[in-house]
């Protein structure tokens, strides 16, 4: 997975996408034509500052939200016109999700947290345990199954809500601000578990964040500014292995 | 999709309980007031129904005066029956079995030190095999003591124990306003009527002691008569009509100076009268039970603002609109059907508490109990629809950044 394979598929491929909210005189251009391509196995960062359209294409991408013009293909199926049922079929069945606030659901055991999106996809119940226990090991919390969030420091939280995302085998998995609530630390822990699965399970990430320091463990760089695509440059990550 | 959804609701129930308690406490107290109020109804008119039974089988009561009340303006104006009335009764009517003439009159019973203020039942050894009364203790009146208007008297459980307390009374002479008689029997206790009276509270003596000795005339104030077992009841009435117009010599087309009551008459008229009413609580009790349904809709719907996050969070790992709709529905009609059975067993224990402080029999209906539990389900459905739609239809976006 070092340098750049000969032909490899896009997973995301954006080509001239827009989204514009409101009407008229208050409609607002969060994304003026976006052109962007995401292979499998890349580690992407996507950075700006605030009103910069990221979070707005991260949603976008996240099929959490349509793009308003422009194409959208998922491996290779156009979703900008799917119904919000297709689209939920499709996060189930291929994202995963981590976020700034963790949104663990509270007074619920981590390995229920980690269960629900196996849940949601009629995985049956012997199976859904193994499954969720397995993926709280990978991430480190192996032995805290039966914990509640209000048990867990935030950086506990936040692997659990990683290995919520990485439980269904995911083609990608976005990460929206994931070290935003946590101290310099944690955020580094929460960092090289991120590497680890994009370079030992090849996961595909795209992760949302403004701190160059956390960037700066990705091999990609995009920056939006005022709804465009502002650079795109390979990075070289920190090892602070 | 069916089973995942109600996995998801249960934990949710059970992840938060106080919140749960509070959903069903309308419905449980709905549901229970329903079956208690049933429950204490069914046995009113139960009670009813025995009562009624106890003032003796297939009994006719004549009485002199018009009307229902036997109001004292019609009693006193029409003249009295005569023992040839009686006598006519006994030979003239088929059918009846026993015939008892009564005189009655209140009075004051004295016995030692204790005095006790009473009715006196003046009337003959039918008395208590038309009433169907049998005596706890002692003898009927003799022939000989009923043709000489002998001074003896049979009492009645409520004025054996005022004025004997646990004292053997048989053989006491008790003081009746200036009479003083003799105690040779005691009845055993028939207890309230359906009418609120006690029944007990009597002294049963020849009808010619008291008509001799206490009120001073021969008059007959009514007539006792009952059916043989499998004659009809409205057959003997009409006959002891159409003899007693003959004797008192009604006009044909005129009303009768006397009345004759059938006892199941009065006993369907006041079950019919308990029923109403039971009805009528029943539904007094079900417009809680509504409430108790929107008190579920008004805390779903807050419930569902609260965890919008976590309707966003379950939108984004992959729940589809009908998911959530179907979660949210299942909680509902999960917490109403609880509430249902919590309300059932209160209304159940509520109801059997009752009943015994009423002295009334616990009758349980199936019927009630299952219409309460469809009826809170139901309920479930109906409220918790609105917001599980509200819940559904939430944006995955808007709800992922609410605060």
Same mark, same amino acid.
């Given at each position: ?108 055991? !981590? #390995?229920?947290? *980690?269960? +629900?999106?196996?849940?949601?996809? /009629? @995985? $049956? ?9 397995? !993926? #709280?090991?990978? *991430?480190? +919390?192996?032995?805290?199954?039966? /914990? @509640? $969030? ?92 | ?403």
């Amino acid at each position: 997975m070092t340098g750049m394979p000969s032909a490899p598929t896009p997973i995301i491929d954006l080509s001239q996408v827009t989204k514009i909210y409101g009407h008229g005189a208050g409609e607002v251009r969060a994304l003026r034509g976006i052109d962007l391509r995401i292979n499998a196995g890349e580690f992407i960062a996507v950075m700006g500052p605030s009103g910069s359209g990221k979070s707005t294409c991260m949603n976008v991408l996240g099929c959490l939200d349509t793009p308003t013009g422009g194409t959208y293909k998922f491996l290779g199926v156009p979703v900008g016109n799917m119904s919000p049922d297709q689209r939920a079929l499709l996060r189930r069945n291929y994202l995963g999700f981590v976020f700034q606030g963790f949104n663990l659901l509270s007074r619920t055991t !981590a #390995l229920e947290n *980690v269960e +629900l999106p196996l849940v949601y996809r /009629h @995985v $049956p119940k012997e199976q859904r345990r193994a499954l969720a226990r397995k !993926a #709280l090991q990978e *991430v480190g +919390l192996g032995g805290r199954e039966t /914990h @509640v $969030p209000s048990q867990l420091s935030g950086g506990q939280q936040q692997r659990v809500a990683i290995a919520r995302a990485i439980v269904t085998q995911p083609q990608v998995l976005f990460a929206d601000e994931p070290t935003g609530n946590l101290d310099t630390a944690t955020s580094v822990e929460i960092m090289k578990l991120l590497t680890s699965l994009n370079e030992q399970r090849g996961i595909t990430i795209a992760m949302v964040t403004h701190e160059p320091d956390i960037a700066g463990w990705t091999r990609r760089i995009v920056r939006f500014r005022d709804g465009y695509i502002e650079s795109d440059q390979i990075n070289e990550p920190v090892r602070e292995l | 999709m069916f089973g995942n959804a109600i996995i998801l609701a249960l934990r949710e129930i059970r992840r938060n309980v106080l919140r749960s308690t509070l959903t069903i406490l309308g419905i449980v107290i709905g549901v229970g007031a329903v079956i208690t109020m049933v429950t204490i109804g069914e046995g009113a008119t139960a009670q009813v129904q025995q009562d009624i039974q106890k003032l003796g089988s297939n009994l006719l009561q004549v009485f002199r005066g018009q009307g229902f009340g036997g109001g004292g303006g019609a009693r006193s104006s029409a003249p009295p029956f005569s023992m040839e009335d009686v006598n006519a009764i006994k030979n003239e009517v088929a059918g009846v079995r026993a015939v008892a003439p009564t005189i009655g009159t209140g009075t004051q019973a004295i016995y030692g030190n204790s005095n006790w203020s009473t009715q006196v039942q003046g009337t003959d050894d039918q008395y208590i095999s038309v009433r169907d009364w049998p005596l706890a203790s002692g003898r009927n009146f003799s022939e000989s003591e009923l043709r000489a208007g002998a001074a003896v008297c049979i009492l009645g459980a409520t004025v054996q124990r005022e004025l004997f307390g646990s004292e053997d009374p048989l053989g006491a002479n008790v003081r009746l306003g200036k009479l003083s008689c003799q105690v040779i029997g005691t009845l055993t206790s028939k207890g309230q009527s359906g009418f609120g009276q006690d029944q007990d509270d009597l002294v049963v003596l020849p009808l010619r002691t008291v008509q001799r000795r206490i009120v001073g005339n021969a008059d007959v104030n009514s007539i006792m008569v009952s059916a043989r077992d499998g004659v009809s009841t409205e057959k003997v009435q009409a006959d002891l009509e159409s003899l007693l117009r003959e004797r008192r010599k009604v006009r044909p087309g005129a009303d009768p100076d006397f009345n004759v009551r059938d006892l199941k008459e009065i006993s369907s008229a006041m079950t019919q009268t308990t029923r109403v009413l039971t009805s009528l609580l029943a539904a007094v009790a079900a417009v809680s039970l509504l409430v108790g349904g929107v008190g579920i809709m008004n805390i779903m719907l807050v419930s569902v603002t609260e965890r919008t996050r976590e309707i966003g969070t379950r939108l984004a790992v992959g729940a589809m609109a009908r998911d959530v709709l179907l979660q949210f529905l299942i909680e509902a009609v999960t917490l109403a059907a609880f509430g249902g059975i919590i309300g059932i067993a209160l209304g159940l224990s509520a109801g059997a508490l009752a009943t015994h402080a009423f002295h009334v029999p616990f009758v349980l209906n199936v019927g009630i109990v299952m219409l309460s539990f469809a009826f809170s389900a139901a309920v479930g459905i109906i409220f918790g629809y609105f917001p599980a739609r509200r819940a559904a239809q939430l944006d995955p976006i808007e709800a992922l950044r609410h605060e």
